[in-house]
């Protein structure tokens, strides 16, 4: 074999294993979110926010999500399927539902459902806060408030006091985690009122599993 044969097999093989690993190294870290994602940027809040994992292979989840026992009711465990259409998603159809809001798709809105409190320790970039309470009228919610949120959030029209729905967004709704009931209250509430099944979607891991997997949180 010539000394060029030679010298030609060997870059070829060194751009190989550069292309290998480049392709699961994706974005040079070390911790991506699947093979070929490393990252993802969304708009929160008017700012751009880049939501990857935390890079430390030392870190471990909040505080806030690492009890195993909280008082049941209200923390009880949901079901994985709430039922009536409404499709329970999870990491990755979340982050391809924001990644497509944050590209200026408008008929996407990413909801997280949690009372004030909740959201001001972290909330998954991308989303709004609209609180489980502010749908629901036995939880003290105003009825014409209600209506607001269905005309002017999620695109419903009331038309003589009966509600049309085919040009209202898709709504993702997530709160705590498996043991919350704050989005399934807001997603029952929502059919309740004649939202379409099929554009609702459940986020069951919530807060609680983003966090484990060490994604991105926003103040």
């Not at 550069?18 to 008017?46: A, K, M, Q």
């Not at 004030?116 to 009825?143: F, H, M, Q, R, Y």
């Not at 997603?187 to 609702?200: D, N, S, V, W």
Request: net charge neutral; glycine share 8%; hydrophobic share 40%.
């Amino acid at each position: 074999m010539s000394q060029i044969l030679k010298n030609y097999l060997l870059i070829l093989v060194a751009f190989l294993l550069i292309t290998n690993t480049s392709t699961v190294s994706s974005g040079g870290l070390d911790v991506n979110i699947t093979n070929e994602i490393s990252f993802i940027d969304v708009e929160h809040n008017g700012k751009e926010v880049r939501i990857q994992r935390n890079q430390s292979l030392d870190n471990l989840v909040n505080t806030e999500y690492a009890k195993t026992s909280r008082k049941c009711p209200p923390f009880c465990i949901q079901p994985y399927n709430l039922g009536n259409g409404v499709e329970t998603i999870g990491e990755l159809e979340l982050l391809n539902y924001l990644k497509k809001s944050s590209s200026g798709d408008n008929s996407i809105l990413i909801i997280d459902s949690r009372t004030k409190d909740w959201v001001k320790k972290g909330t998954i970039p991308g989303s709004i806060n609209i609180p489980w309470t502010l749908l629901k009228p036995e939880a003290g919610a105003d009825p014409f408030e209600v209506a607001e949120l269905l005309e002017k959030k999620f695109g419903a029209i009331n038309i003589e006091g009966l509600w049309n729905f085919s040009n209202a967004k898709t709504l993702v709704l997530f709160c705590n985690g498996m043991w919350c009931g704050q989005s399934p209250s807001s997603i029952k509430t929502l059919l309740r009122f004649g939202y379409p099944a099929e554009k609702l979607k459940w986020y069951r891991g919530g807060m609680q599993d983003w966090e484990i997997l060490g994604l991105t949180v926003v103040k």
